[in-house]
């Protein structure tokens, strides 16, 4: 099973978590249609999955880090 460790810091899953939020809401408005309604979904999904578990995959495979040493 891939390591699933938290790297990604509390600010960070905030501005995912309201950026997949707002996408969202441009998906359901007439603002976006077609194809860049497809790819929005995508990545409603990784910021939502993200901000949500505190694990982003990018960030695994890039070395990085958003998550400081005193957060929970």
């Known amino acids: 099973m891939p390591n699933r460790k938290q790297n990604v810091g509390f600010i960070d899953r905030l501005v995912r978590?309201?950026?997949a939020i707002d996408l969202?809401?441009?998906c359901f408005s007439s603002?976006?249609?077609g194809v860049a309604v497809l790819i929005s979904i995508i990545l409603i999904a990784l910021l939502a999955y993200s901000g949500?578990?505190?694990h982003?995959?990018?960030y695994t495979t890039?070395?990085?880090n958003s998550r400081h040493r005193t957060e929970p």
């Open 17 to 19: 978590g309201l950026l």
């Open 24 to 26: 969202l809401a441009l």
């Open 31 to 33: 603002f976006i249609n």
């Open 52 to 54: 949500a578990t505190g």
């Open 56 to 58: 982003c995959p990018l």
């Open 62 to 64: 890039l070395g990085r």
